[in-house]
């Protein structure tokens, strides 16, 4: 089987790592000739949008994929003409206009936080006297790891916001005051089958993911309730692969922040984590392969490498740890990594991490 995955970043060098062992060959397309995934498997290089490299993949795959949301749509709906794209472009769609996403999940019941359309500085205003404040102004398109927001707290610094987020279309969304950050990876097949693994807590830091725990210290009502929730927004799109959605726990209820088409950094800690990682997951659904078992094995946590690498041998010193590195020069902000920890028991991995953590740079 052949996969044809329009992008080339880390998650596309450990889609292509998965595909080995199950005979499926990734051939990846990135504007970079030595991008991560290039350095391990087959690749194209071109703009995403460029017409000439989309055939090239549609003929080099049966199966086409993406592995990060801003993939032009037209590029996606190009190569649906040729072979068959999951998940579906509609869905990449949604994912990549806050608006559009937002009104999808109040569509399928998932609670999400006051929100209102902004598209010049007057109907910022008029969404702040009816949000209210404090709230957050987010571009409506692009924008991640914390990139094109601006939290607003005084109704006198609308002009500033306006300007922050580049005067474009955006939301303004009201603040909420979470008690953590969660988030749920699931996959559904074609036939409808869904698989959902284990809820993972998250730790952010200067709007970056730096750690996940999983399975999530949660009751099991709130487990179900976030089960529920990706089975909606899966079964509304007719989707096809790995879905991630981020949730705010607040008192015990879920609200929703974000959704991902694709596979997701706080997915990472199931390649050594779980029975079947989300990058094999994916595989199998887009190539028509059963979903594979989600059980947790004992209990997780990844570390995002960000800006800085580790000294290898220390690293692999930590009873448990397992370095994953991307092929990618180190810079400020930048994901360059992580490393996963795999233990018997939350004091174990608690205490790994105690180890760990010390040994983690960043620029």
């Known amino acids: 089987m052949r996969v044809g995955v329009v992008g080339g970043g880390q998650l596309g060098r450990m889609l292509a790592l998965a595909g080995h062992p199950l005979g499926i060959t990734v051939t990846t397309l990135d504007p970079n000739p030595a991008s991560p995934a290039a350095q391990v498997a ?11 490299a989309l055939a090239e993949l549609a003929r080099a795959c049966d199966v086409a994929t993406y592995e990060f949301e801003n993939v032009p749509v037209d590029a996606a709906r190009f190569l649906a003409t040729r072979v068959p794209v999951h998940p579906d472009p509609t869905a990449l769609e949604a994912a990549q206009d806050r608006l559009a996403e937002k009104t999808l999940f109040t569509e399928v019941g998932l609670p999400v936080p006051p929100f209102a359309p902004v598209d010049d500085l007057g109907s910022l205003r008029a969404a702040i006297e009816g949000i209210g404040l404090p709230a957050v102004l987010k571009t409506r398109r692009l924008g991640y790891d914390g990139k094109g927001q601006f939290v607003l707290r005084d109704a006198l610094r609308a002009d500033d916001a306006w300007r922050a987020v580049g005067e474009q279309p955006s939301i303004l969304e009201r603040f909420v005051a979470f008690r953590r950050e969660l988030s749920v990876v699931a996959a559904r097949d074609a036939d409808g089958a869904i698989a959902s693994y284990p809820l993972v807590g998250n730790e952010h830091r200067d709007g970056i993911l730096r750690i996940s725990r999983a399975p999530a210290d949660v009751g099991a009502g709130i487990r179900a309730a976030a089960d529920a929730h990706a089975r909606a927004v899966l079964e509304r799109l007719g989707y096809v692969g790995v879905l991630a959605i981020e949730l705010f726990d607040v008192d015990g209820e879920l609200f929703a922040n974000e959704m991902a088409p ?48 580790p000294t290898t041998t220390d690293v692999l010193a930590v009873p448990g740890a397992h370095l994953h590195l991307y092929g990618k020069e180190p810079r400020p902000s930048r994901k360059v990594g992580h490393v996963t920890i795999v233990a018997d028991d939350t004091a174990a991995r608690e205490d790994a991490l105690a180890r760990l953590l010390p040994l983690i740079p960043e620029a």
């Open 42 to 52: 087959p690749a194209i290089s071109g703009a995403y949008g460029d017409l000439d």
């Open 262 to 309: 694709r596979v997701h950094n706080s997915g990472h800690w199931t390649i050594e984590g779980a029975s079947t990682s989300q990058f094999e997951q994916h595989l199998r659904a887009v190539c028509g392969f059963p979903l594979g078992e989600v059980s947790p094995r004992g209990t997780s946590a990844m570390v995002n490498l960000v800006g800085a690498l």
